[in-house]
């Protein structure tokens, strides 16, 4: 046993084999005996040794020989290592035939047509689930009247989120489609080495755009790079404009937040807004009766507008002064925000009800006289009218309390009019007024006396007569209070009930005002979408997406669509980077394809029914409509059969020919590392 000198460090005997270490720099922690008559390394004593089997001796010899003179050929000195310095690569026997041969893989088309589509569906699908949520998000939110900062908030989250995971399933959909079809392309024409590392490389937009610099020389791959970085471009555009096809507009309504509100004071009927002096009952109550008669100037709203507002709980304007709920009449109070002024409609409520007898009038009812009788249950009973005349209708009202603390007693006397064919009748009707439903501040109610003012304020004046209890106004036939155009006792109390509800409703818009803290009405937003554009742009999304998948798939399953992993490619292109040897570590892809200058074709090798996929010069141009043989890859050849790990070149070449190689030309390329060099490069390599 003896240890080399650094002189001899390249100069080792014939029986010297390189073994795999770990690259270091500087000599190793130990030191190592080599042996003369084997190729294998003796440990020291205090070493111990576990490793792979040597290659053998020859190959060893081969190797380093020729490894030498290259170097001394090309700088014209030998090369020097430093003493018991390892190869700087790793060095590994293949494995024996028998671990190769559970390495096979059979290649059939119709169970990769399978898996592509199984991979391709599941991103459609996903990409179809989004733009489902997305659909119902916006549907959700477009049909709130009103949002407020929060919603806005929240919605443009889930928004931005949604498009977000759309863009990127869409463009990993894209990618994986690219992947696909890059091994069809690679195999359908040749292309530089440069070409070939940018073109398994196109899931980058950054590489198909220096692809299509690399390879300007050939305007069909610079047109398909270019058409593949316009339809990516177009689906970020595309998810992009989905956000321009909705927006946050002004609400017609308003949001109710806590704050100072406006409301209307209650507590009196002020004539002409002026709450500087509390008014006389006789003011108030001619104002009630002046409120009720112009409300009919107003519009009423019925039972479905009183629920959508109800429910709604905000307007840009208050739109009916009272609602006509069939059996009583109702007012929905409304604030303001003192600020903005806008108005909202509230949860408060107040209503009318009646309940109206009628009896027929057979004395005095032309309306000549103010005396007149009446039919009781078949019992004559007289009855004095304040006022009457041919075809009028007038209202008395009791001011004192007979019927309840909110209810007034209203009687109405119709004269005949015998063109009409309106009988004289006399109604009582007793008229309530509710208190306010849920009113949570004192200023929200209205007390019992201007409750009972609103009820029979249609027969009020303000004056009140000597020796009687009883007000009352007197209306013509065509005028739009007169009860002429009734039929019934309901019907009367029906009008009435409208007057007494109109009172409160202008009441609500004359009254003074205060502020208080409650329910602020502010300005809200709304979601307003173009839902014509909306569709079509998602819908074009998902079609889109389906259609290139599909194609991909299609297109690529006549080759052999290897797993997108760097170890699997990497075992594709072996053949190639095999010829730099140990060197070329540090080396980028352009740099390497410059070192290995050729032009190369992914195909299929045959040998005996088995078939092997590599990446060579030799290699055909796979026709448009061809495809790759179904069969097992990577079997047994002559080369397998060599004994200890050696591979027999001179049979290996024969062995695996390349589908289609009779006039394919190999001038000017190695096949490999360790593989037999054509004759005319092997001179011409000499030569350098």
């Known amino acids: 046993m003896r240890t080399p000198t650094r002189a001899q460090s390249f100069d080792q005997p014939s029986s010297y084999t390189p073994r795999s270490h770990p690259v270091r720099y500087g000599y190793p922690p130990h030191k190592e005996a080599w042996s003369e008559t084997n190729s294998v390394r003796s440990p020291t004593p205090n070493q111990s040794f576990d490793g792979p089997p040597r290659l053998k001796t020859s190959q060893s010899t081969t190797t380093l020989q020729r490894v030498k003179g290259a170097f001394e050929n090309r700088y014209g000195q030998s090369p020097s290592l430093p003493p018991g310095s390892p190869p700087l690569q790793s060095s590994y026997t293949p494995f024996d035939l028998g671990l190769r041969r559970p390495l096979a893989r059979k290649f059939d088309p119709q169970r990769q047509l399978l898996r592509l589509l199984i991979k391709g569906f599941t991103r459609w699908i996903l990409t179809i689930l989004i733009i489902v949520a997305t659909v119902v998000t916006v549907w959700a939110y477009s049909h709130r009247k009103v949002l407020d900062g929060r919603d806005k908030r ?374 307003v979408v173009r839902w014509k554009y909306f569709l079509l742009i998602l819908f074009a999304l998902g079609a889109v997406q389906l259609i290139i998948f599909v194609f991909a798939v299609l297109f690529s399953n006549s080759v052999v669509v290897k797993d997108d992993s760097r170890l699997a490619i990497a075992r594709l292109l072996r053949p190639i980077v095999d010829r730099l040897g140990s060197a070329g570590c540090v080396l980028d892809g352009e740099d390497i394809s410059k070192t290995l200058r050729a032009e190369v074709v992914y195909g299929v090798r045959e040998s005996g029914g088995w078939h092997h996929l590599d990446v060579g010069p030799d290699i055909l141009p796979l026709k448009v409509f061809d495809s790759f043989p179904a069969g097992w890859y990577d079997g047994e050849s002559e080369r397998d059969e060599g004994q200890g790990g050696e591979w027999t070149t001179s049979a290996s070449v024969s062995a695996l020919k390349p589908v289609g190689s009779e006039t394919a030309s190999m001038d000017g390329w190695d096949d490999g590392y360790g593989y037999q060099r054509r004759r005319e490069r092997a001179t011409k390599w000499k030569t350098e």
Request: aromatic fraction near 10%; glycine fraction near 8%.
């Open 154 to 527: 929240v919605f443009s989250a889930l928004t931005t989120g949604l498009l977000l995971v759309l863009n990127i399933n869409v463009q990993s959909s894209f990618k994986q489609a690219a992947i696909f079809m890059r091994w069809k392309i690679i195999s359908n024409r040749r292309q530089t080495l440069r070409e070939l590392d940018l073109t398994l490389g196109v899931d980058s937009m950054a590489r198909v755009l220096k692809l299509a610099w690399v390879a300007r020389a050939k305007p069909l791959m610079v047109l398909l790079c270019m058409a593949w970085l316009m339809l990516n471009i177009s689906m970020f555009v595309l998810v992009a404009v989905v956000q321009l096809t909705y927006s946050m507009e002004d609400s017609l309504g308003t949001l109710v937040t806590n704050g100072p509100v406006r409301i209307v004071k209650m507590d009196h009927y002020y004539p002409k807004n002026n709450s500087a002096d509390i008014p006389s009952l006789g003011a108030e109550q001619s104002a009630a009766h002046t409120y009720g008669y112009i409300s009919s100037s107003y519009v009423q709203g019925n039972a479905s507008d009183f629920e959508r507002l109800r429910g709604e709980g905000i307007s840009q304007l208050a739109e009916f002064i009272s609602f006509n709920m069939v059996d009583h009449w109702a007012y929905l109070y409304f604030d303001s925000n003192p600020t903005t002024h806008a108005t909202f409609y509230t949860s408060r409520t107040v209503n009318a009800t009646w309940l109206c007898a009628g009896y027929d009038v057979v004395q005095g009812g032309d309306g000549s006289t103010v005396d007149i009788t009446y039919l009781d249950g078949g019992v004559r009973q007289p009855f004095t009218v304040g006022e009457t005349g041919p075809g009028a209708t007038t209202y008395m009202t009791e001011t004192e309390e007979v019927c309840g603390p909110r209810c007034s007693r209203v009687w109405t006397f119709q004269t005949e009019i015998a063109q009409s064919g309106v009988k004289p009748t006399l109604y009582d009707c007793n008229v309530t007024v509710s208190q306010v439903s849920n009113a949570y501040l004192p200023e929200h109610g209205i007390p019992d006396l201007q409750a009972r003012i609103a009820a029979g304020s249609i027969g009020l004046e303000g004056f009140q007569h000597q020796n009687t209890t009883k007000q009352w106004v007197r209306y013509r036939d065509n005028d739009w209070w007169a009860a002429s155009q009734t039929n019934s006792a309901q019907d009367v109390g029906w009008l009435i009930g409208q007057y007494a509800i109109g009172t409160i409703g202008v009441a609500q818009e004359q009254n003074p005002t205060a502020i208080v803290e409650g329910q602020l009405a502010v300005r809200g937003t709304s979601l």
